[in-house]
Each structure stands twice: as C-alpha cells, then as structure tokens.
C-alpha cells in the first residue's frame, strides 16, 4: 500500500520528479566524471611509458615519480649505460614543460626512439628531419586543432608540424634531442635515460649493476615505474577528490531536501486526510522517505547516463589534457552517496511531515 502511494505520488508530479531526479544525477555525474579524469590520467600516463618499449628507466638525483627535476644528466652517462652487459638499447631523452600543467616536449633521438618503441605510427605526414620541426600525437592535434604543416609555438619558437602520430608513446609532442637541448640552454643534457635489456630475466642484474655505479640516481624497472604513478601515490589528486566527492555530497544533500521539503508543501491536504484515517508518524515519514530513495536511484541511473556524455565532451575538446575514463568500480559508491544525500535530505520535511496536526494539514490552502 505504502508503495503504491509512493509511485502514485510520483506519476502525479512527473515535471517535478524528473527534475528533482536530474538535480540529484548532477553530483553522480561530478564525482563519475571525477573518478574518470583520475583514472584516464593515470592509464594515459602508464601506457604512454609502457609504449616507449624499455625495461629500465633512470631519472636525475633531484627527481620525483611527479617531478623530473632541474639537475638532468649529462648524456655521457647514457654512454656508461650502453657499455653495461646485457643492455641491448639505451636512449636518452630531455622532456620540458610548455608552461601548460599537462603539456610538455620531449626532445629524442628519433632513430633511437624508433628502435625501441617499434617505430611511431604516423596518422598523417612523416618524422621531423630539421631544428625546427615538430612531431604530434593525434590526441594534442586535435585538441589544438594542429595539422601537418601548421605551426606551432615551442619555447617561444615557431616550429613546423611535419607529422601526426598515434597516442600512446611517451608524450604529446616530439622534437629532436639537440634541438631542444640548444633551446633550453642544456647542452649535452636528458633528464630520463629509457633501457632496454637483451632478455627481462636480466632487467634486475642490469638495475643492480647501475645502480652501483650511479649512486643516489633513481633506478627503476617499468613495472616499479608505473605502479609509483598510481591514485594511492598521488596525495593532491587524493585531497582534490575528497574536496570534490564532500561538494557532490552537500549539493546532493541540499537539492533533496529543497525537492522533499516542496513536495510536502504540496500535498499538506493529503497528508492531513491520511492522519485523520488513521496514519501514523512513522508511515508518513515513510512515504516520504521511500520517494527519496526512488529519486535517488533514478538520480543515480540519470548521472551514470550523464557521465558518458561528460566523457564524449572531454574527448571531443580537450583528449590530450584530460583523457577520460569511465570507472564502472565508482558506479556503487556514486549510488551510495546520492541515497544517503536523499534520505537525510528527507528526514527535516519527512518528520515535519509526520507530525502536522490532521485539523490544520485538512484547513491547508
């Protein structure tokens, strides 16, 4: 019976039931849409470091998993490397920022990248031959709707855009080792040094033979390399989720209580009738409560089906910043937050509900 008048309710005000569905979707689809920018990040990041095709990696002394640092190496040390038993490859690369937070160049030795990573890809056009030309994945291109032959601007230079490639390699943009060496000032310099051995049951001797010899740099092997840029790893994006996640929450919380407390405005006279039949305070706060979680739930299936759209968005505009990612494991926890935001929500205007005075709700215009 209680379930019945709960669907009636709902069938009766379907404007008001599918707006207050949609204002409890929004904050699913912000902590969904959230939960996927994380993720997408931090795969996008993995693959693009597994698609260099090394083993080992080596970073300078004052760098972190988030931070390349600003002493580099001199490049004779990727000489030392290659003299070590068992490297088959090793290639030395200087990574910059562009002055965007996601956004930075990779100056490489392109014949060198190519035999370790199996060659780019080319989309469009072909490698850059000269000082001032460039190289593009798809992603970047699109986002900042380059083609080959277009310009672009680098350190405050104009290059040429001689080829598009396929994600998934390293960086966004390419450009050659000596070139981006003389630009910056660092002449002879690379801050990431990429190794590959002759066979991966050598991967642990070579990195305990370099790291007698290159004490204090960090010396790791893909996989230890990969697992350090991970959700659990990342302290800020950890703060700036919660933030977020605690923000859904209050908003979720705020637009049920609203959406309740004006549906109880709404029908005083038929919560009046059901106390003078006999209703008791606990099956008004029932009903309403009930409602709550049926606007939650659609709330919920609503902001999932809005996530998917905030996904295309993002991968329409802006691929190479924010590649997103649809997280199913957040869906659960997504639903939990909007019912809980929707059942206390409900609770001030269930209880104001289920304690009117039958005289005065009937006497309600």
């Known amino acids: 019976m209680i379930q019945k008048l709960v669907w009636e309710n709902v069938k009766h005000r379907p404007l008001r039931t599918i707006l207050s ?20 990040m931090i795969e996008d990041n993995n693959k693009r470091i597994r698609g260099v095709g090394a083993d ?35 290639t030395g690369i200087l990574v910059h920022h562009l002055g965007g937070m996601f956004t930075s160049v990779a100056g490489i030795d392109l014949n060198e990248f190519n035999a370790m990573s199996g060659g780019m890809e080319y989309v469009a056009g072909g490698p850059f031959r000269g000082p001032d030309e460039v190289i593009l994945d798809d992603f970047y291109a699109k986002e900042q ?17 001689t080829g598009v490639v396929k994600s998934g390699k390293l960086n966004r943009v390419f450009m050659d080792l000596r070139s981006l060496q003389n630009l910056v000032g660092s002449r002879n310099g690379v801050n990431i040094i990429y190794i590959k051995v002759d066979t991966p049951k050598n991967i642990k001797t070579v990195i305990d033979e ?43 919380f705020a637009v049920v209580c609203l959406s309740m407390y004006m549906a109880v405005l709404q029908r005083t006279r038929e919560i009046g009738i059901l106390k003078s039949l006999g209703a008791s305070r606990w099956y008004v706060l029932s009903i309403i409560l009930r409602e709550a979680v ?12 809005m996530s998917f759209g905030a996904k295309w968005t993002i991968q329409t505009f802006a691929p190479a910043s924010f590649p997103p990612a649809v997280d199913p494991s957040w869906w659960p926890i997504a639903a939990v937050i909007a019912l809980i935001g929707a059942v206390l929500g409900a609770l001030y205007p269930g209880m104001h509900a289920a304690g009117m005075d039958p005289i005065e709700a009937l006497s309600y215009e």
């Open 21 to 40: 569905a949609l204002l409890i979707g929004i904050p699913v689809t912000l902590v969904l849409t959230l939960a996927g920018l994380s993720k997408g």
């Open 56 to 90: 080992i990696v080596i970073r300078p002394k004052d760098s972190n998993f988030m931070d390349l640092g600003t002493q580099g190496m001199n490049d004779k040390i990727v000489n030392l490397v290659r003299r070590q038993p068992h490297v088959k490859l090793a």
């Open 210 to 252: 370099l790291k007698a010899q290159l004490v204090d740099y960090p010396i790791y092997s893909m996989d230890e390399a990969t697992a350090l840029y991970s959700y659990d790893s990342l302290p800020q994006l950890r703060m700036f989720s919660d933030i977020v996640v605690g923000i859904a929450i209050f908003i979720g």
């Open 294 to 305: 049926l606007l939650a739930l659609v709330g919920t299936i609503l902001g999932i089906g």
């Open 145 to 161: 709707n380059k083609h080959v032959g277009a310009e672009l601007e680098v350190l405050h230079q104009k290059m040429r855009v």
